[in-house]
């Protein structure tokens, strides 16, 4: 796939200041359970926490809100940056057509493409390629600090994490080829609707409406039933996938919950990882979603790709 590649080589400079906006934000947060769980460990001694703690927690509170601001903004203005490439490369095919080629350019097929392909690599843009970005800055960050703090219970966590992502690998396989089925339906459908603008003096002449609005109608149930079929499969892999999700959660608390009895560790770094499991097994949870979200804009961004002209971004 050699869209995506090129719409961030087009806006690096942003795409690389939401990533380092991310990952500030996501180590600002570090921050903030680490002096938490200072302050819980104090309380749990008896011991009340200094005001200089309490007044570096408060303002870690400020810089995590300021910086998840400057994270959301910076990803959204990226990936709305990459998105108006695409619209604008779409355009700028056409125009740079010959007028012998522009005149063999079939209109219904060029608004379809307008319509649904590029309707959809936009929202991908805007949408699950930000999600898909911020998990893995959380998941990395997450994990490699996990382990610097206690390589046992990170263990613990993430042994069942990786049960999980098996799973989602072999669930995203079935997800992937029931949308490629849903999209081929589609496909087909928009084939049957341009041959019913292109022709329809002809059909109109002929009378021939009955037996063209059939073939379009089993099109249309044919791209209904698969996607119907494409959702019901996305929701039950999904939904197992969440019950799945609750099994770090629980070696957590027993595993944890000893070793915290036992002296191995404290109570506050036991609430650090209570707290921050869920970078690790939300984002496994969410893997089959993410994959055929990413499998469906794959597949329209390769359709795209050879009416996509890009240049250099300002």
């Not at 699950?128 to 970005?133: A, K, R, S």
């Amino acid at each position: 796939m050699k869209l995506l590649p090129g719409l961030l080589r087009e806006r690096k400079l942003s795409v690389l200041s939401a990533a380092f906006a991310g990952l500030v934000a996501a180590i600002v947060v570090l921050i903030w359970n680490k002096q938490l769980a200072v302050i819980i460990d104090g309380v749990g001694a008896g011991v009340s926490p200094p005001a200089g703690l309490v007044l570096r927690a408060l303002a870690t509170m400020l810089a995590m809100a300021a910086m998840n601001f400057i994270k959301e903004y910076a990803a959204g203005y990226a990936c709305e940056l990459m998105a108006h490439d695409l619209r604008t490369g779409y355009a700028r095919y056409f125009s740079s057509l010959r007028a012998a080629d522009a005149e063999n350019v079939n209109a219904g097929e060029a608004v379809s493409k307008l319509q649904n392909e590029v309707a959809g690599v936009s929202e991908y843009l805007n949408a699950g390629f930000y999600q898909l970005f911020d998990d893995c800055i959380k998941f990395l960050s997450t994990f490699i600090w996990l382990l610097f703090i206690n390589v046992a219970l990170t263990a613990y966590v993430t042994l069942p994490a990786l049960v999980i992502a098996a799973y989602a690998f072999k669930s995203s396989k079935i997800i992937g080829r029931e949308t490629e089925k849903s999209l081929q339906a589609k496909e087909k459908l928009n084939r049957y609707a341009d041959t019913l603008l292109t022709l329809f003096p002809v059909v109109r002449l002929y009378g021939a409406a009955r037996l063209v609005t059939s073939g379009y109608m089993g099109a249309l149930n044919d791209w209904e039933c698969r996607t119907v079929r494409m959702e019901h499969a996305k929701a039950w892999l999904m939904s197992l996938s969440g019950v799945m999700s609750g099994a770090p959660l629980l070696c957590l608390f027993f595993f944890g919950g000893r070793m915290a009895i036992n002296g191995s560790i404290t109570l506050g770094t036991l609430y650090i990882f209570l707290n921050l499991s869920g970078n690790i097994t939300g984002v496994m949870m969410n893997v089959p979603g993410q994959i055929a979200r990413f499998n469906k804009f794959a597949a329209e961004a390769g359709r795209l790709a050879p009416q996509i002209i890009l240049t250099k971004g300002k």
